[in-house]
């Protein structure tokens, strides 16, 4: 560029999308939610395409393609959106800024492609099947894919190269919530004239030609489809091309709208506007748009969950042979179980409500991995992190991706497969890893509110009394305990023997629920499970009831109001937690039955196998400062600033 370019501005202010404090704060959240929506759904296409062998097939090819240009596209503006809105401040570097603008532009444009190239391996596939396999050879598929990032990125470079090229000495405030090139442009000090018609006409070409490849094929294709005699054909064609034709019309029409239309005084909000939705709402809908109706996906789907419910109780599976076999010697003929599998009754028998139910628990399952992996990361990276009540919370989050993992995906195969057949060993090994966990989560809690005891009560010999030391034998505690008197109760349900009806009123093997299954009496059973569950749920309930009785008489004597408000804050995290917790457990197991008992255990359930393992990472992490200051000291060692 040589003398032509003498650009003085080192970094752009981003003006985003409001600059209302509370707004942001409300937008950050919302914005993450979608983000990590759009990432795992797309991640969710390739591992099937990848994994599946019914789905190695031309579409499914170029949907994984495009599913990874969706993750880039995201990752390439949302990030730095998300850090901006949580900071409060949008300055981004001149580097930063180029580069944010190269990569949305070059995945955009060959998004345009990439449509374009499954627009036509939809012609081939309806217009000419007999030719089909041959002419969507691997080859051709990796060619059309190549050509497509390869003219998307090609283009794209000429854009962007050309508006480097221009000066940048004056006004930084960029009017948009990412850098937009055709805004950025606008900032320039040179002459903008012939920069701004050579990027239109690229523009165009990059919208217009795939667009007339795009055209040209459904015109091709609705031809065939007029000329076909047979209705299902013509139902069939029409299903396979349904769901590209939608997203077509969604990104192009929208592109068209913001790049090819003329500007005006309310064009920079009116684009911001378009923005949020082909930046933020496309890349989300696309995955849904082609799995929501898509029998391939769903059989593929159902087909990973049962592997992975089945690889996940592998081991236990074995164990729980072995262990079966030991209780058989010991009891002789007592026990001669000739059940094989169980049937879940789950939720709802309803189809349509089954599939309702499926995305929204595939929502909460995704959300409480990623929110209590988030909460693992922070406290293993931030050192401010590293004091004894983070090291209890990463245990928590710990177990709760654990426990999420032990009945969530059983749940999701059967509501998309529609039936809830699982093996007996299957079953038991479920219900025995759901007590365990279960039961050390109220160990930990315990142990939680021990550590509260100590650091309201005595705050000068807190750092001595809990050392790491101390932490690991409290944590370690928490986990042996709660696996000993879970592996207790669940001997007492192995050593029925169970040969009647098979089906379990709900959606996961319940221990309480399968023992009214079996042949023998169960008096005695019922009664040892009930002391052993009473011991497991009060134990820990009287130490957290000690500890904060405890406290309270600490917080009274406070003389200072800051204290007392400290205090408070300290402890209302884990107090929420602990209501939401033994509340759930005391009357779920603990209650009195009734005829309406298994419809509202199966209520109760719902709360806390599926919400509750939500709301611990929310409720630990909203408020808390500590980990606020975390996140944004890790924002900022990705690159981005704080507003001082």
């Known amino acids: 560029m040589g003398a032509e370019n003498h650009s003085s501005v080192t970094e752009f202010i981003l003006v985003g999308l409001t600059n209302h404090r509370k707004t942001q704060i409300l937008l950050f959240l919302v914005i993450l939610l979608i983000y990590a929506l759009t990432v795992v759904g797309n991640l969710m296409i390739i591992m099937l395409v990848r994994g599946d062998s019914s789905l190695h097939t031309p579409m499914y090819f170029f949907l994984s393609n495009l599913a990874v240009l969706e993750i880039l596209y995201v990752t390439s503006s949302q990030p730095q959106m998300l850090a901006h809105l949580f900071v409060g401040n949008g300055a981004i570097s001149f580097t930063r800024c180029a580069f944010q603008m190269y990569m949305v532009i070059c995945l955009g444009s060959t998004e345009c492609f990439l ?87 690229l523009a165009a070409l990059i919208i217009v030609i795939p667009f007339f490849v795009i055209l040209t094929s459904y015109m091709l294709i609705l031809l065939t489809v007029i000329r076909m005699r047979s209705a299902a054909g013509r139902r069939k064609a029409f299903s396979t091309c349904a769901s590209h034709l939608t997203v077509v019309i969604l990104f192009y029409g929208i592109l068209i709208f913001v790049y090819l239309t003329p500007g005006s005084d309310t064009a920079p909000d009116r684009d911001k506007g378009l923005a949020v939705f082909y930046i933020l709402v496309t890349p989300f809908l696309n995955p849904i748009i082609y799995t929501l109706r898509n029998k391939d996906i769903h059989g593929a789907v159902s087909r990973v969950l049962q592997w992975v419910t089945t690889s996940q109780l592998r081991f236990d599976g074995t164990f729980l042979y072995q262990f079966a076999d030991r209780q058989e010697l010991r009891m002789g003929s007592e026990n001669r179980s000739s059940l094989t599998e169980f049937i879940l009754v789950g939720l709802t028998s309803h189809r349509q409500t089954q599939i309702l139910l499926f995305v929204v628990v595939l929502l909460i399952y995704s959300l409480s991995i990623l929110g209590n992996l988030v909460i693992i990361m922070l406290v293993q990276t931030d050192s401010s992190l590293q004091t004894p009540m983070y090291f209890f919370i990463l245990h928590l989050s710990v177990l709760e991706i654990l426990y999420v993992n032990c009945s969530m995906p059983q749940l999701l195969a059967h509501l998309l497969s529609g039936h809830g057949a699982i093996s007996f060993t299957r ?91 079996a042949c023998t009496d169960i008096r005695e059973t019922e009664l040892n499970i009930i002391v052993v569950s009473a011991l497991t749920i009060l134990l820990p309930f009287f130490i957290i009831l000690i500890s904060y009785m405890l406290i309270l008489s600490s917080v009274i004597r406070m003389q200072s109001a800051t204290g007392w408000r400290k205090a408070f804050s300290t402890c209302a995290s884990h107090l929420t937690v602990v209501i939401l917790t033994y509340g759930l457990l005391i009357i779920t197991y603990l209650s009195s039955g009734s005829e309406a008992s298994p419809d509202r255990d199966k209520g109760l359930a719902v709360f806390y196998v599926l919400v509750t393992p939500l709301l611990n990472p929310i409720i630990y992490t909203l408020r808390n400062k500590d980990i606020h200051g975390a996140v944004s000291r890790v924002l900022q060692r990705w690159g981005f600033k704080q507003e001082r």
């Open 427 to 517: 079953c038991m090994g479920q219900m025995y890893i759901i007590i365990c966990l279960g039961s050390a989560e109220c160990f930990l809690l315990g142990a939680m509110a021990y550590d509260r005891y100590l650091a309201i009560c005595h705050p000068l010999l807190y750092v001595i009394a809990m050392g790491r030391w101390r932490q690991v034998q409290l944590a370690s505690a928490c986990w042996a305990s709660g696996f000993l008197l879970a592996s207790i109760n669940a001997t007492f349900t192995f050593r029925l023997s169970y040969c009647g009806p098979n089906r379990i009123n709900h959606f996961f093997c319940d221990m309480p629920t399968m023992v009214k299954l």
């Open 115 to 201: 449509l374009a190239a499954m627009a036509y391996d939809r012609y081939f596939a309806i217009c000419h099947p007999l030719l089909y396999v041959i002419a969507m050879s691997k080859r051709r598929q990796v060619q059309l894919a190549s050509a497509s990032w390869a003219s998307g990125f090609l283009l794209a470079s000429i854009n962007v190269g050309i508006t480097l090229h221009q000066p940048y000495c004056g006004p930084n405030r960029i009017n948009h919530f990412f850098c937009d090139m055709p805004i950025v442009l606008k900032l320039a000090c040179g002459n903008i004239d012939v920069t701004e018609h050579t990027i239109i006409i």
